[in-house]
């Protein structure tokens, strides 16, 4: 049971570089969304996908981009890293009732 | 006000203690909730659901007072493996959206 899948799970990036975080999901799900969490923190909703198609912002969507492929699909993609972009950053997905996350990506901006 | 307001911890416990800790939730309109555990550095993975007055399994016991909006969490017979943060998300139906706090910390000694 795949759940949810979540590439890379490491990365360094150097300051002004750019990537995409991968995220998929094989549970149907309608609701996609990305997370990032710094230490003693909670998460912090950056963006959304309530269905297919459609995208929203999240308490912290400055500096990020994301893209809902299809149904299965949902990546992040940072344009321009910055230091303060460092951070783990987790994917989830939601049915009816509670969300399953990936296993995260610990991302380092240097 | 935060949607969640849990006390951080942490709650250090002899194993075989009996701990509890609560999160008070700011929306009226929250009908069920669910407890998420994270250990280090991992993903946040479902310990419980609630959707009525409460739930309970095996160790774990979830009491809800909708009175004064707040949902406990009672661990009886504490294990070490225990040991983690614990996250309370409420729902106020099919399309809300996770909000995390930054959870309460178990450690659990021997």
């Known amino acids: 049971n795949a759940g949810v899948t979540q590439t890379p799970k490491f990365q360094v990036l150097k300051t002004g570089q750019s990537m995409t975080l991968q995220c998929a999901q094989d549970?149907?799900?309608?609701?996609m969304y990305w997370y990032r969490q710094d230490p003693g923190m909670g998460l912090r909703l950056i963006y959304y996908?309530?269905?297919?198609?459609?995208?929203d912002k999240g308490e912290v969507p400055n500096g990020y981009n994301v893209s809902r492929l299809n149904k299965r699909e949902f990546s992040l993609r940072l344009e321009s890293a910055a230091p303060s972009q460092t951070s783990v950053y987790f994917c989830?997905?939601?049915?009816?009732?509670?969300?399953?996350f990936g296993q995260g990506t610990r991302l380092t901006v240097v | 006000r935060k949607e969640v307001e849990q006390d951080p911890g942490p709650f250090n416990v002899p194993e075989g203690a009996t701990v509890a800790f609560n999160c008070t939730y700011s929306?009226?309109?929250?009908?069920?909730f669910f407890w998420y555990r994270q250990d280090c550095r991992k993903e946040p993975k479902l310990l419980m659901s609630?959707?009525?007055s409460g739930n309970e399994d095996g160790r774990f016991t979830a009491q809800l007072n909708r009175a004064s909006q707040y949902i406990s969490l009672l661990i009886r017979d504490s294990k070490l493996s225990d040991s983690a943060t614990y996250l309370c998300?409420?729902?106020?139906?099919?399309?809300?959206?996770?909000?995390f706090g930054r959870g309460t910390s178990l450690i659990v000694h021997p």
């Open positions: 929306n009226s309109a929250s009908q069920s």
């Open positions: 996908s309530a269905s297919e198609g459609t995208t």
């Open positions: 998300v409420p729902s106020s139906g099919g399309s809300y959206i996770p909000t």
């Open positions: 549970m149907n799900h309608n609701s």
């Open positions: 609630v959707y009525s």
């Open positions: 989830a997905s939601r049915g009816k009732a509670e969300a399953f």
